[in-house]
């Protein structure tokens, strides 16, 4: 099974940033997409940021464009999250999960298309 380890999740004050990091386990697929998402406390999981594995193509929620950033390294195989400009609506856990596609599409926010997932970083944005 796809193992995905989120870490630097912490406690920052609002206008800071961090920057989050999923490592994966080793794997060869030829079309996917890695998601970030984030669910805070009675909260629904939402969708924050995404991107697809041949195009390189991202996507971002509405609330965090503009300050938020995703990337990989395929080297690593690791994608990140780059959170900047954080405010407290920010605090919640954040998770990346990988969705196996069949074929090269842009990657969804949509939690329920993610095959596999981390177990998540806690983010806290308070003074």
């Known amino acids: 099974q796809l193992q995905l380890v989120e870490s630097g999740g912490g406690l920052v004050q609002p206008g800071g940033s961090l920057r989050l990091s999923c490592a994966a386990s080793e794997f060869t697929l030829d079309y996917y997409a890695i998601g970030w998402f984030r669910q805070a406390p009675g909260k629904e999981r939402e969708g924050v940021s995404c991107?697809?594995?041949?195009?390189?193509?991202?996507k971002y929620a509405d609330s965090v464009k503009g300050r938020f950033t995703i990337s990989r390294d395929n080297a690593k195989n690791t994608v990140y999250l780059q959170m900047n400009s954080l405010t407290p609506e920010d605090t919640a856990v954040y998770y990346c999960a990988v969705e196996i596609k069949t074929v090269q599409t842009l990657c969804v926010l949509r939690p329920r298309e993610y095959n596999y997932w981390g177990q998540g970083t806690q983010v806290t944005v308070s003074a």
């Open positions: 991107i697809s594995s041949s195009l390189g193509s991202t």
